[in-house]
C-alpha cells in the first residue's frame, strides 16, 4: 500500500518498529482492526462514563495495537482490540488514585481489583475469619469435614462421598446439617430441626 490511511499515519508516527514491516502492519489494521472500530467505540461507551474520553481512548487503544502488532500480528485481531481496550481502561482506572465513583460503568466488567484493602477492611475480614474458624470447630467433625471439602476446596459431592466412605445423599445431608449449625452458631438464627452427626 503506497499511501498511508490518514488514521493509520497519524497511530504510527513514533512507533518502534521491530519485527513485522510497517507496510504489513498497516495491511492488517486496515483490513483487521478498522473495521472493528463500531465493535470498539460500543466497547467504551458501554465502560467508560466520561463519553468526552472515548475518541481519545479509541486513539489510545489504536496505538497500543499497533505497537503490538510491530512485534507480531495477533491471529485474532477482533479478542486482540477488545483486549487492548479493556487493559487500557483497567489502566486509566488504576493510575488515577481517586477515581469518582462515574468514572467508569461497570468495574467488575473490566476485572478491576481492589489492590490493596483498606486498614479497618483488613481487621473486619481477619476478625470475620476468626468467627468462622470458631463456628466451624464447634460443628460435629462429619459436618465439618463436608463443609470444609465442599465450600472451601470445592470439591464435588461425589468426590466427597468416595473420600469419606458414605453415599452422596448423606454428604448432602451433612452440609446441609453443617450449614443451618453454622447460622445458628454465628448469627443466632434458630435452625430447622436437623440431625446431630458425630
Request: aromatic letters at 6%; hydrophobic letters at 45%; proline letters at 5%.
Amino acid at each position: 500500500m503506497d499511501e498511508k490511511t490518514p488514521e493509520f499515519s497519524r497511530l504510527d508516527a513514533g512507533l518502534h518498529k521491530t519485527g513485522v514491516a510497517a507496510s504489513d502492519v498497516e495491511g492488517w489494521f486496515v483490513r483487521e482492526v478498522l473495521p472493528l472500530e463500531a465493535i470498539l467505540m460500543h466497547f467504551l461507551r458501554h465502560n467508560w462514563r466520561d463519553q468526552g474520553d472515548i475518541e481519545d481512548l479509541r486513539q489510545d487503544v489504536y496505538v497500543r495495537v499497533c505497537e503490538a502488532a510491530h512485534k507480531q500480528i495477533p491471529e485474532t485481531a477482533k479478542a486482540f482490540v477488545l483486549a487492548a481496550a479493556r487493559n487500557l481502561l483497567i489502566d486509566r482506572v488504576r493510575r488515577e488514585h481517586v477515581v469518582p465513583i462515574d468514572a467508569v460503568a461497570d468495574l467488575d466488567a473490566l476485572g478491576v481489583a481492589i489492590d490493596t484493602p483498606l486498614p479497618d477492611q483488613s481487621v473486619i475480614a481477619r476478625e470475620e475469619l476468626e468467627r468462622l474458624q470458631i463456628a466451624l470447630d464447634q460443628l460435629p467433625p462429619r459436618c465439618r469435614e463436608v463443609i470444609v471439602m465442599r465450600r472451601i476446596e470445592e470439591r464435588s459431592g461425589r468426590e466427597i462421598a468416595t473420600r469419606m466412605g458414605v453415599s452422596e445423599a448423606t454428604v448432602w445431608e451433612y452440609l446441609a446439617d453443617g450449614v443451618r449449625a453454622l447460622a445458628n452458631i454465628l448469627y443466632g438464627e434458630q435452625p430447622a430441626k436437623h440431625r446431630r452427626r458425630n
